[in-house]
């Protein structure tokens, strides 16, 4: 299964037409992705119905927030509910550690909607624990290079975390899969989701090309 992180409505509606079976809708991909306009996600909305889990985070950087961005994450999860299929979020504590309280309550305000865990994962020391208590939180699924640079380095990683969670939670495999590794990363982690932005160019538009010769090589 694959899904595509889209930065503009653009991308979103080519990257379904390509194949992909989910979009991850957000904006920026110089900052690595943030909450989009709720115009961007009417506007794809109406071209396709491919799932759309929509980004919440409200800046670059860090995934520690301030109490007035913690309340803006909770606003955008409750403006979004009626159109996104799901949502995707990470926060941290100080000390690179799952925030359990503040996850758990923005999992409990998407309810019914499923969220996904994001590369904030990555920086968590203890994967296991993380993983544990992203599972406790209500989670739904994992998105992870392993906690190295990319999902070729991390693959090994990943491997382990669908070999010992992958039946509570759905690990997903990101950053930097590419139709030209995607064969050997399927063996190496046999994790059921891959993550790619599938832009092959400067920018930030998704080549539908690739998203074409990803989904041929995950068949």
């Known amino acids: 299964m694959l899904e595509i992180a889209c930065f503009?409505?653009?991308?979103?509606i080519?990257?379904?037409?390509a194949g992909a079976d989910r979009i991850e809708l957000c904006a920026d991909y110089a900052a690595g992705g943030v909450t989009p306009l709720p115009s961007t996600l009417h506007q794809v909305r109406k071209e396709t119905?491919?799932?759309?889990?929509?980004?919440?985070r409200p800046r670059g950087g860090d995934f520690v927030y301030?109490?007035?961005?913690?309340?803006?994450?909770?606003?955008?999860?409750?403006?979004?509910?009626?159109?996104?299929?799901g949502f995707v979020f990470g926060i941290l504590d100080e000390r690179n550690r799952v925030d359990i309280q503040r996850n758990g309550e923005l999992v409990m305000l998407a309810t019914p909607l499923p969220c996904t865990f994001h590369r904030a994962?990555?920086?968590?020391?203890?994967?296991?624990?993380?993983?544990e208590q992203l599972v406790e939180c209500g989670f739904k699924a994992i998105l992870t290079s392993g906690g190295l640079f990319d999902a070729v380095a991390g693959a090994?990683?990943?491997?382990?975390?669908?070999?010992?969670?992958?039946?509570?939670?759905?690990?997903i495999l990101?950053?930097?899969?590419?139709?030209?590794?995607?064969?050997?990363?399927?063996?190496?982690?046999?994790?059921?989701?891959?993550h790619s932005a599938a832009i092959t160019m400067p920018g930030e538009t998704v080549d539908?090309?690739?998203?074409?010769?990803?989904?041929?090589?995950?068949k």
């Not at 503009?8 to 979103?12: L, R």
């Not at 080519?14 to 037409?17: E, G, L, T, Y």
């Not at 990943?158 to 690990?171: A, M």
């Open 156 to 171: 090994d990683k990943v491997g382990e975390l669908q070999k010992d969670w992958g039946s509570k939670i759905t690990i």
């Open 208 to 218: 539908p090309v690739e998203v074409e010769k990803l989904t041929t090589r995950l």
């Open 174 to 194: 990101g950053g930097g899969v590419r139709s030209s590794n995607i064969s050997v990363l399927r063996e190496k982690t046999r994790v059921e989701w891959y």
């Open 49 to 56: 119905a491919t799932p759309i889990n929509v980004m919440i």
């Open 66 to 85: 301030s109490d007035e961005e913690f309340e803006r994450m909770k606003t955008d999860i409750d403006s979004y509910k009626g159109s996104a299929s």
């Open 8 to 12: 503009n409505a653009e991308s979103a």
């Open 14 to 17: 080519a990257a379904s037409k």
């Open 121 to 131: 994962f990555d920086q968590t020391m203890k994967k296991s624990e993380a993983a």
